[in-house]
């Protein structure tokens, strides 16, 4: 990374000192006070906007001011003139709740009027009860459920020096938050791959709801921080000039964490120090005590409001780029699909592996993380195309990797590896992360918080789907992991049915601007006839037409093959049936293609190697919509958890194999036989 770039400040009376990159302000003590001063006024705004909403986190936003303070406006390089400046530093509050004051300290940094503040928590504000990148300007990630913060900023961190950028990555903690596991898979994931430009600030205040932080949480924080590879420094957080002489030492190849001591409450005297205040607000004559504490702190300090608003300006770094990432545009190449043969049999996730190499060689920003499964999530040979990432050096060697290698190991920290990729799309990324399916269940916070509602582009690949996996029994087959991710706003949900389908669905994911989740087979499937090319807003395709169907089956992924083998056993009977692909989710919901291939009066049998309650709530809900339909609907899938046995025995076992499908079509006519006859639409 170069560190050559200086920034200065102008027309003030101190100094400047550079360190690697960083603005370091060596203030005299006069100047200190403009800090101070500043100080004062975020006070005052978290007492008055949290009195004026009825609710917040007075305690820990309190405690954090000087921290804020010291960021913004002598640490950090920004410029809210050019808040999408790519060469900026990124702040992220990973202890969401002390928004108030991170939207005081924005605002005095002028990102929006002060005056904003008083709409804290008010319906349709920006400013909402925890951060939202979606929202609030100058908010670079949204927070709130505490943990996640430090692999967001790894992710950012590691973006830096795949983009050749220039900046540092700050990410505060809550000393309470850091009995969360996900910050200690972030801080071994980020140590272990050398990202000196991140720095974890714990506000150390000792106390969290419940009590002392030393009621449940056993050893110093300096230690632990020590032990998993940081350089770790220790500040009073209420002093400024500890505060910049700990990020004035120089740095080692390594994350800095910066355990910086502070007190609850700070500035307002029956707060401090006292757990209650943790999600409490000041009210009636308390609050006008509070006020009054502030405003007294602030009257210490004589500042002419034109020199503040000079000082405040002259801390803004000069962002000349207005580019939000640094994203390399699509090369001239023209990825090549493999043009499989009709019943020729590869596993969904292989056919997966080989197209992301290709793709990779189109978009230059694809990145790709598993979560010790780069072989069996068919990631491998990506990975020895474009090597793995590190930019932890031995003397002049990089360890296990090189800053340009575009395959991140991610361990097995499926939570990290979540919030990793999603700081990783936040910076210009295209990540695409891999693990088997079921897994996702572990990252469902990760992926609802720091992904789907900041509608950040990550791809979520989860391989060795359903039964298919076979003798590794329950703890491997996912069924409910699908419906999950079905249900969760702003995700693109996809599960192809043969290896040519998976290449198609690949080309939109990737040029997709939205998150989106792919369900891969580990088993061999049959790649089938199929008339259609797979097409953005549809979702519902035709695999055999029957224009007279006695019956509609309806398949997803694996099942599709089953339902064509069903077909055939109809046929012998003398029963036509119709054959249907649902390869996306919400699009078979969301659109009007479902009813239109559906008939009305007739059976329908929904099979999908999952839950059985997916397809059905699909098709249900969908013909719900038309006054035409009152068709009887079948579900087929996997009711309870899954055993070990060989494919075949499962299938038979949870009535997915083509017998039992066809078994399932009979009965449906029957019962909408029943259903026509005994009832007048």
């Given at each position: 990374m170069?560190?050559?770039?200086?920034?200065?400040?102008?027309?003030?009376?101190?100094?400047?000192?550079i360190i690697k990159g960083n603005m370091k302000l060596n203030f005299s003590e006069e100047n200190l006070d403009y800090l101070r001063n500043i100080a004062a006024e975020v006070r005052y705004d978290i007492i008055d906007s949290t009195g004026r909403a009825g609710s917040g986190h007075p305690g820990g936003s309190l405690s954090s001011v000087e921290i804020l303070t010291s960021l913004y406006f002598g640490i950090m390089r920004h410029d809210p003139r050019n808040p999408n400046w790519a060469d900026r530093d990124r702040f992220i509050l990973s202890k969401g709740h002390a928004a108030p004051a991170l939207y005081s300290v924005l605002a005095h940094a002028g990102y929006f009027e002060r005056e904003?503040?008083?709409?804290?928590?008010?319906?349709?504000?920006?400013?909402?009860?925890?951060?939202?990148?979606?929202?609030?300007?100058?908010?670079?990630?949204?927070?709130?459920?505490?943990?996640?913060?430090?692999?967001?900023?790894?992710?950012?961190?590691?973006?830096?020096?795949?983009?050749?950028?220039?900046?540092?990555?700050?990410?505060?903690?809550?000393?309470?938050?850091?009995?969360?596991?996900?910050?200690?898979?972030?801080?071994?994931?980020?140590?272990?791959?050398?990202?000196?430009?991140?720095?974890?600030?714990?506000?150390?205040?000792?106390?969290?709801?419940?009590?002392r932080t030393r009621e449940v949480a056993a050893g110093k924080l300096e230690k632990k921080f020590s032990a998993f590879g940081y350089r770790t420094i220790t500040a009073n957080g209420h002093d400024f000039s500890d505060i910049f002489e700990a990020f004035e030492k120089p740095r080692k190849n390594t994350p800095t964490a910066i355990i910086a001591y502070t007190t609850k409450g700070k500035g307002v005297s029956f707060m401090e120090d006292?757990?209650?205040?943790?999600?409490?607000?000041?009210?009636?004559?308390?609050?006008?005590?509070?006020?009054?504490?502030?405003?007294?702190?602030?009257?210490?300090?004589?500042?002419?409001?034109?020199?503040?608003?000079?000082?405040?300006?002259?801390?803004?770094?000069?962002?000349?780029?207005?580019?939000?990432?640094?994203?390399?545009?699509?090369?001239?190449h023209t990825p090549k699909k493999i043009e499989y043969k009709i019943g020729e049999e590869v596993s969904t996730r292989k056919a997966f592996g080989f197209y992301i190499c290709e793709l990779s060689e189109k978009y230059p920003s694809?990145?790709?993380?598993?979560?010790?499964?780069?072989?069996?999530?068919?990631?491998?040979?990506?990975?020895?195309?474009?090597?793995?990432?590190?930019?932890?050096?031995?003397?002049?060697?990089y360890i296990c990797g090189s800053p340009k290698g575009r395959h991140f190991r991610c361990g097995i920290r499926e939570a990290d590896m979540a919030g990793f990729a999603a700081g990783l799309a936040a910076c210009g990324k295209k990540p695409v992360m891999t693990t088997f399916d079921v897994f996702y269940n572990k990252m469902i916070e990760q992926i609802r918080q720091s992904i789907a509602q900041p509608k950040l582009p990550v791809v979520m690949v989860g391989t060795h789907a359903g039964l298919g996996v076979e003798q590794d029994g329950f703890s491997h087959q996912s069924s409910v992991e699908p419906v999950i991710m079905a249900h969760m706003p702003n995700i693109d949900c996809w599960e192809p049915c043969c290896p040519s389908e998976t290449q198609e669905i690949m080309d939109i994911v990737i040029q997709s601007n939205k998150p989106s989740y792919i369900r891969l087979t580990r088993q061999d499937v049959m790649e089938i006839k199929r008339n259609y090319s797979v097409i953005p807003g549809r979702g519902v395709y035709v695999v055999n037409?029957?224009?007279?169907?006695?019956?509609?089956?309806?398949?997803?992924?694996?099942?599709?093959?089953?339902?064509?083998?069903?077909?055939?056993?109809?046929?012998?009977?003398?029963?036509?049936?119709?054959?249907?692909?649902?390869?996306?989710?919400?699009?078979?919901?969301?659109?009007?293609?479902?009813?239109?291939?559906?008939?009305?009066?007739?059976?329908?049998?929904?099979?999908?190697?999952?839950?059985?309650?997916?397809?059905?709530?699909?098709?249900?809900?969908?013909?719900?919509?038309?006054?035409?339909?009152?068709?009887?609907v079948i579900s087929l899938g996997i009711k309870g958890f899954g055993e070990s046995g060989d494919k075949e025995a499962l299938y038979r076992n949870y009535n997915l194999d083509p017998e039992s499908i066809a078994d399932a079509a009979e009965k449906s006519i029957e019962d909408q036989k029943y259903r026509n006859k005994n009832f007048s639409y």
């Open positions: 170069n560190f050559s770039e200086t920034f200065l400040v102008k027309d003030l009376k101190f100094s400047t000192l904003e503040m008083k709409t804290l928590r008010k319906f349709a504000s920006r400013l909402q009860g925890h951060p939202d990148m979606r929202k609030t300007p100058g908010v670079e990630m949204s927070t709130g459920s505490l943990g996640q913060g430090l692999s967001l900023g790894a992710g950012m961190a590691a973006a830096a020096e795949l983009n050749e950028k220039n900046y540092n990555v700050y990410v505060l903690l809550g000393d309470g938050e850091c009995q969360e596991g996900q910050i200690w898979e972030a801080a071994e994931h980020s140590a272990t791959i050398g990202l000196e430009n991140l720095y974890a600030i714990v506000d150390h205040n000792r106390l969290q709801i419940d009590g006292k757990a209650e205040w943790h999600g409490k607000v000041a009210k009636g004559d308390l609050l006008e005590k509070a006020l009054k504490e502030t405003k007294t702190e602030l009257e210490k300090y004589k500042i002419d409001e034109i020199e503040m608003k000079k000082f405040i300006e002259n801390t803004w770094s000069e962002g000349k780029e207005v580019q939000p990432h640094q994203t390399p545009p699509p090369t001239n694809i990145v790709t993380l598993s979560a010790d499964l780069t072989e069996s999530t068919q990631l491998i040979n990506f990975e020895k195309k474009y090597g793995t990432f590190s930019s932890c050096k031995l003397e002049t060697e037409e029957e224009k007279n169907p006695d019956v509609v089956l309806l398949g997803s992924g694996a099942m599709v093959y089953n339902c064509l083998e069903a077909s055939k056993r109809l046929e012998k009977n003398g029963i036509k049936s119709k054959v249907l692909n649902i390869n996306n989710y919400g699009e078979a919901y969301s659109k009007k293609h479902l009813e239109e291939e559906i008939p009305p009066y007739i059976g329908v049998v929904a099979v999908q190697d999952a839950s059985p309650s997916l397809l059905r709530d699909i098709v249900n809900r969908r013909l719900s919509r038309s006054p035409k339909h009152n068709n009887t």
